[in-house]
């Protein structure tokens, strides 16, 4: 069946190092990829996404890295700070799921000042 | 701004009552979800709605129900709650891939 996983539930890291999450795909159907970022007590918030026909996209201290070959995604976080602190769902949709998202059991991010 | 809220933020209920939490946007938005999310299982969609009277059922919608009147509500109903439905439920809106979340309501059935 379709699912979307990650390798990593916990990642530790010290303020100012570059954080890397990974995250696994089964669905070789799935166009588009989503990760969100949820903090304590909130709902997931919209972090950065890429479609299929790119294999990198960078946004503000964040990139998303796809390899299609082994259904693969990374987020890379810059310079990381004590408020990247959350955990971190990536998620994927396409094929006959319109508009459905899969979502992964998520990565804890701890940033230590 | 545009938005979506969720409300009650927080619920306590006892088992066999009938719930209804509110999910509001207000981006105009044709598709909403919901979803819950419990340790250990991450997010797991329960209804979504492509539409205005367009309701479809997702991985774990037994015991829930959802009707859509309008674009802007999807209002998720618990028929007689049950203590496996506490739980804390997040709505979300989309008007293509890319959805946005609600800030999600906490749901203790006792």
């Known amino acids: 069946g379709e699912s979307v996983g990650l390798h990593l539930p916990t990642l530790s890291v010290q303020e100012g190092d570059n954080s890397i999450i990974n995250c696994a795909y089964s669905n070789s159907a799935s166009d588009y990829f989503i990760w969100y970022k949820q903090e304590s007590g909130k709902g997931p918030q919209f972090i950065i996404d890429i479609r299929s026909n790119m294999d990198k996209r960078q946004g503000q201290r964040v990139t998303v890295l796809l390899n299609k070959t082994v259904k693969h995604l990374s987020l890379q976080i810059a310079a990381t700070q004590p408020g990247d602190s959350a955990v971190y769902f990536c998620?994927?949709?396409?094929?006959?799921?319109?508009?459905?998202?899969?979502f992964g059991q998520g990565t804890i991010l701890t940033v230590h000042p | 701004d545009a938005e979506i809220t969720q409300s009650p933020r927080h619920k306590i209920t006892e088992t066999g009552r009938q719930v209804t939490l509110a999910c509001h946007q207000t981006w105009n938005h044709n598709n909403m979800f919901w979803y819950r999310q419990d340790l250990g299982h991450g997010l797991r969609l329960i209804h979504y709605?492509?539409?205005?009277?367009?309701?479809n059922k997702g991985e774990v919608s037994d015991g829930y129900s959802v009707s859509r009147s309008n674009t802007e509500d999807l209002p998720l109903t618990l028929e007689s709650a049950a203590s496996s439905q506490t739980s804390v439920y997040f709505c979300?809106?989309?008007?293509?891939?890319?959805?946005?979340f609600g800030p999600g309501t906490r749901l203790t059935v006792l």
């Open positions: 709605s492509y539409g205005v009277q367009d309701t």
């Open positions: 979300a809106s989309s008007d293509s891939d890319t959805q946005y």
């Open positions: 998620a994927d949709a396409g094929g006959t799921s319109y508009g459905k998202l899969t």
